[in-house]
């Protein structure tokens, strides 16, 4: 692990929700992922980047202020996170076995559990900077999965975009037991996560990790994910459909509810067809997008 730093955002209690799930799609550092504790919502950052998030926190704070937002900016600070050992047994109090989908179950280290039937057991531990599962823009990639896999969808190749802790690329590899997969990241982190996570799960040789850029990829499959922010799904519309092959799924997360159709309509308006956009269960603010070639 770096050298890590939280930025916390004090918040009114009944704007919390709304404010967490701002920061995780306005502010480019908070993507992976964000805590709510109490009345604060955090996110960490390396300590060398900590002044440039903190900066770019005050700023879109001061904006949503301006809105009417229970927010100060004065408000927002940077502090040391915890030790990662510390930082460690504070999740075992409440991170536990989580059933994501009706296949698909998160199991930490420190728990034991015993598959039943066709269950799919993904060994992850939290991570400071990327997803456990537990977020519903993760679970409903999950879910998007679990239907595929129900109608007899069988990909042997997938692109995993923006991959953090790999969670999405195991999750497939293992239902799939005949697939690969190429899980890619502009984080060096997120590489090197989703390649101790696949090896912790036992799929290490048939999930690539790659810095690689998407533009820079020729080979076309026939299941795409990409669970990362608007703007990003935005300006990688062209490259995303483009890599798709022919009768090919893409499954796009990430999204803020009101965001999810305008970015399913420019997909469509690219060369796509719409399957649905799917609303979380568990978090309504939150929704995905389908479509097919």
Known sequence: MGDWVE???????????????????????????????GDEVVFWVDRADSAAAFEATRDAVTRWHALGAAVDPMKVRLSDALPEAEWRDAWKKYFKVSKLTRQFVVVPSWERYVAHDSEVVIDLDPGMAFGTGTHASTRLVLEELQDLADRDVSPGRILDVGCGSGILSIAAVKRWPEATCLAIDNDQLAVDATLDNAS??????????????????????????????????????????????????????????????????????????????????????????????
């Open 200 to 293: 912790v799960n036992r799929v290490a040789d048939r999930i690539e990790p790659s810095l690689i850029p998407l533009g820079e990829l020729t080979e076309t499959f026939p299941l795409i994910l990409a669970n990362i922010q608007a703007h990003v799904l935005r300006a990688l519309r062209e490259g995303l459909t483009a890599r798709l092959g022919a009768g090919g799924t893409i499954i796009l997360s990430g999204l803020l509810t009101p965001q999810a159709q305008p970015i399913a309509d420019e997909f469509v308006a690219g060369g796509l067809r719409l399957v649905r956009v799917r609303a979380s269960t568990d978090d309504p603010q939150w929704s995905s997008v389908t479509l097919v070639r």
């Open 7 to 37: 930025v916390v955002i004090p918040v009114g209690a009944a704007d919390v929700d709304d404010i967490a799930a701002l920061i995780a799609s306005e502010i480019p550092a908070a993507a992976a992922g964000t805590e709510q504790r």
